[in-house]
Each structure stands twice: as structure tokens, then as C-alpha cells.
């Protein structure tokens, strides 16, 4: 479904993942616990409508991927992860170091008096293009465009997320485009905007 468009980008909201999109998502996104999971869990999760799922594009190609979950179906995410992880206990023992750390570090802080405003950031990839390349201004303001678009898609105010301290590209993006550090500790940053 199209939400909007602008400069030839339409933002569109896909009820269902491709591979496609799932090879990007864990090759751009690494650390990502979905990157440890398997597509077919991914992709329930969003046919479910647990996580909703946007991509940004030309007729032609990609520009952004974009996942979002509100704040009551966060905690339902967590309990399907767990429940998938208790059927497959194989994934944790390959992965011990990481789901440690991923569960020492999780957070959901807010204020849950107004927790209907706040939708969660999961993932943000923005695949590089020549037109944007010698033009970050403008994508940046592609961005918030595509942004206020899906806050307003789901009747909320601002974005919540995390990201690794050691990831610089997004802590200088997120820097660049005034997003608030509200928490820290020695791994991760905790960020919040407000937009409407």
C-alpha cells in the first residue's frame, strides 16, 4: 500500500517480505537479532501485523527499509522471540555471546501515560544512491518526510531507538537530523524525536 511519495520516492507499506528484502535487512543490519532468527519468523511476525514493514523506492530500485513496532506490540514481539527461541534452543547455544549482551541491553523506557505516542524504531536502512551521495541535506529531508508519514500512520507523535555506541554512521546521522539521547550505558545509546 502507498503512504506517500515525493521526488519520484513512493513509501510504501508491505504486508509481506520478500527474501529480498530479508537479505538486506540482515546483511545492512548485522547485529540485528532477526539476523540470528530465521525469514520465515520475520516474515509471520509481519503478515501478523506485529511489526509493520516500509520500504522507500523509485520505480527501479530500493532507497530505504524502514520497521516499526508500537509500544504493547513490542512486548508481544519479545514473547514470540522467546517462544521461538525456547523451540530452538540450538540458536541461543550458537549464539550465546550475543543473545546475552541483546538481552542485557534491551530497553523499552518510556512514559507509559503516553505510550500510544511513542512507535519504535526497529530498523532504518538507507541504501546508497548516486543522487544522494553529494546531497545529504536533501535525503535527510526525504527521510523525515517518509517519517512524519508513518508516525502519522499510526496515530503517533515520536520515535523511540537504540543503537550501538560503536556505530558511528548511525550515531552521526542520528546527531546530524536532532534526535535526543535520553539514556546511555557503556554499549548502547537510547534516542527519541518527536515530529507532530
Known amino acids: ?10 513509501l510504501i507499506n508491505k504486508k509481506v517480505l520478500s527474501k529480498k528484502i530479508f537479505e538486506i535487512l540482515v546483511k545492512k543490519i548485522p547485529n540485528s537479532i532477526f539476523s540470528k532468527l530465521d525469514y520465515n519468523f520475520l516474515k509471520k511476525i509481519i503478515e501478523k501485523k506485529i511489526i509493520s514493514l516500509y520500504i522507500v523506492k523509485n520505480q527501479r530500485k530500493i532507497f530505504s527499509l524502514i520497521t516499526t513496532v508500537s509500544y504493547d506490540n ?6 514470540k522471540i522467546f ?6 534452543p540450538h540458536i541461543i547455544f550458537l549464539n550465546l555471546k550475543y543473545f546475552f549482551n541483546i538481552f542485557y541491553r534491551d530497553s523499552n523506557e518510556i512514559n ?10 526497529l530498523h532504518l536502512v538507507i541504501l546508497r544512491d548516486k543522487k544522494f551521495i553529494k546531497n545529504v541535506k536533501l535525503k535527510d529531508e526525504l527521510m523525515l518526510f517518509f ?4 508516525l502519522k500512520k499510526n496515530n503517533a ?19 546530524r537530523n536532532n534526535f535526543r539521547i535520553y539514556k546511555k550505558n557503556s554499549d548502547v545509546i537510547f534516542i ?4 507532530l
Open 112 to 121: 507509559l501515560k503516553y505510550k500510544k505516542n511513542y512507535l519504535h524504531l
Open 74 to 79: 513490542y512486548n508481544l514481539l519479545k514473547k
Open 83 to 88: 517462544i521461538f527461541l525456547i523451540k530452538n
Open 147 to 150: 517519517y512524519k508519514k508513518i
Open 192 to 195: 527519541e524525536k518527536k515530529f
Open 157 to 175: 507523535k515520536l520515535f523511540y531507538l537504540c543503537y550501538e555506541r560503536k556505530n558511528l554512521k548511525a550515531h552521526n546521522y542520528y546527531k
Open 1 to 10: 500500500m502507498i503512504i506517500a511519495k515525493r521526488k519520484n520516492l513512493l
